[in-house]
Nanobody, 113 residues
Framework: QVQLVESGGGLVQVGESMRLHCAASGTNIRAMAWYRQAPGKQREFVARISITGVTSVANDLRGRFTIARDYDKNTVHLQMNNLKPEDTAVYYC?????????WGQGTQVTVSS
């Protein structure tokens, strides 16, 4: 059974940076991604990384967000720079494409102005 545990969220000020972590267990290396859901909005794609490390970031987040993975630790990271209030959301990791039974609790990111 796949288990994905997100961590690293919290409260930051506008313009600051934050790094999120996703620890995966019960699965071999897969294409992984980060998603987020802001209050009152649908969950949306943030960034993904392939098995071989090829990355893709949502168009409106390019230049601020990057995704990386640690193969040894089977973790996926999301580096977020120059954070804005509109980045406030619960951030989730999942496979890419996502599997419904993999959604975890997510980690809350709040950007305060």
């Amino acid at each position: 059974q796949v288990q994905l545990v997100e961590s690293g969220g919290g409260l930051v000020q506008v313009g600051e940076s934050m790094r999120l972590h996703c620890a995966a267990s019960g699965t071999n290396i897969r294409a992984m991604a980060w998603y987020r859901q802001a209050p009152g909005k649908q969950r949306e794609f943030v960034a993904r990384i392939s098995i071989t490390g090829v990355t893709s970031v949502a168009n409106d987040l390019r230049g601020r967000f990057t995704i990386a993975r640690d193969y040894d630790k089977n973790t996926v990271h999301l580096q977020m720079n120059n954070l804005k209030p509109e980045d406030t959301a619960v951030y989730y990791c999942n496979t890419y494409p996502p599997q419904s039974n993999n959604w975890g609790q997510g980690t809350q990111v709040t950007v305060s102005s």
